[in-house]
């Protein structure tokens, strides 16, 4: 009979994208919402953008 | 009841999305803090639900477009839809309405409007804002678009800046993006 190893009870950390990169993930939409964010939007920005008063 | 175990998820979902788009204008602050001084406060946002103290501070807003006190009532009859006020510190500077179709595809920008009459420390910068949280909600239901109903004509291209097109049916429209890994 071959030595029994005993697996460690502590869960393996996860390997998503979020650990791997140590920051939040951005999709490449959220970068460009960012972007704008940052500088603002060009042109005016109208006080209504969406619907019918 | 079922009904009241669906309210709580997307209640839950709501939080979540407002709470990730804070995470990510922090992020974003932080990043522009590293590159040099900003006149830029993103700390000071916050993405809030449209409560009765964004109610009573919508009401001192001069000549809004929206009654959005009607939002109470959709609220409680639209247990899936988004609701968005958009703090900076303690002053109301946007309101939103967001609400999904019924099989969740597609999520359906209804209302939403900046302060209006005033210059505002967020002018410019509402509708990035909003759509980065409603970008954040769709992702958790897992809507593959985001409409925006009744664009004003000026505003159309604003939208484009995001990435936002006419379908087939003239309907404008943004596809959710994917985690870019």
């Not at chain 2, 505003?155 to 995001?162: D, H, L, M, P, T």
Request: charged share 25%; proline share 6%.
């Amino acid at each position: 009979m071959g030595k029994v190893i005993k697996k460690s009870p502590t869960r393996k950390r996860s390997s998503t994208p979020e650990r791997k990169q140590g920051a939040v993930v951005l999709t490449a939409s959220e970068r460009r919402i960012l972007q704008l964010i940052a500088t603002g939007i060009e042109g005016e920005e109208p006080s209504l953008l969406a619907g019918s008063p | 009841m079922p009904r009241e175990r669906t309210c709580l998820r997307y209640q839950l979902y709501r939080s979540r999305a407002r709470t990730l788009a804070g995470l990510k204008t922090a992020q974003l602050q932080h990043e522009l803090e590293l590159v040099g001084p900003t006149d830029l406060d993103l700390s000071k946002v916050r993405f809030e639900a449209i409560n009765a103290q964004a109610l009573k501070a919508w009401e001192l807003w001069q000549d809004p477009h929206f009654a959005w006190n009607e939002v109470v009532g959709w609220k409680s009859s639209e247990p899936l839809a988004l609701d968005l006020a958009i703090w900076f510190d303690e002053r109301l500077c946007g309101l939103c309405f967001a609400n999904p179709n019924n099989s969740r595809q597609r999520i359906r920008i209804v209302r939403l409007e900046g302060l209006p009459r005033e210059a505002h420390p967020l002018k410019k910068r509402i509708a990035p804002l909003a759509i980065l949280v409603v970008e954040q909600y769709a992702k958790i239901i897992g809507s593959k678009f985001i409409e925006v109903q009744e664009p004003l004509k000026g505003a159309i291209s604003i939208y484009q800046q995001f990435g936002f097109y006419f379908d087939a049916e003239r309907r404008l429209v943004k596809a959710v993006g994917s985690l870019v890994s």
